[in-house]
């Protein structure tokens, strides 16, 4: 009988966890582009304007410049038409151009997150932050991607730094909420 309770009480815990992550996973995506953008965590195009490293002065590096800031302000329009794909190929390209930029790796690896690309978006995340360890979006998107992939131990970290950005976001609360109770199911 006792062992029946645990084995109940296991699958519940399994089958929260699983509505969780499949409400986390499945509203997150529209509300984290919306969030990111008013909030500023996503690298404005005016700030991913600047020449990429190498290029001659003068004319050619003020029209290089101004191609980016095209670029950016088109991958981000992309991002807001949920035209994913597009804004996955305008961000690898921006990232060729800035590949020390951490604000263009982690608007890429949310365009990755968004087109559904979790590991891409975790490689990428990780390189942003390198940069930038601090990145409030970097850190949440990144602990969200290990959640989806089932890597829950390894979400705890960048979503407790999350935290510590920003101590009341609701979606770092709840998606380290899912990965503490994903590990717990492991035990």
């Not at 062992?3 to 995506?29: C, I, Y």
């Not at 500023?40 to 410049?65: D, T």
């Amino acid at each position: 009988m006792l062992r029946n309770r645990r084995t109940e009480a296991s699958f519940q815990r399994r089958a929260n966890v699983q509505k969780l992550t499949k409400r986390l996973l499945g509203t997150m995506p529209l509300l984290c582009i919306a969030a990111l953008l008013i909030a500023g965590a996503i690298s404005p195009p005016m700030m991913l304007a600047q020449a990429p490293s190498g290029q001659p002065s003068g004319g050619q590096a003020v029209e290089a410049a101004d191609q980016v800031e095209i670029l950016g302000r088109e991958a981000e329009q992309d991002l807001v038409k949920r035209d994913y794909v597009a804004a996955v190929e305008k961000y690898e390209r921006l990232a060729s151009l800035q590949p020390d930029s951490a604000n263009v790796l982690n608007n890429l690896g949310l365009a990755y997150h968004m087109a559904g690309r979790p590991r891409e978006a975790v490689r990428v995340l990780q390189n942003a932050l390198r940069l930038k360890p601090d990145m409030f979006s970097a850190n949440l998107i990144l602990g969200m991607d290990y959640v989806q992939l089932n890597e829950a131990e390894q979400a705890i970290a960048p979503l407790k730094r999350a935290l510590r950005l920003d101590g009341n976001n609701h979606d770092a609360l709840f998606a380290l909420e899912i990965g503490r109770a994903s590990c717990r199911e492991r035990v």
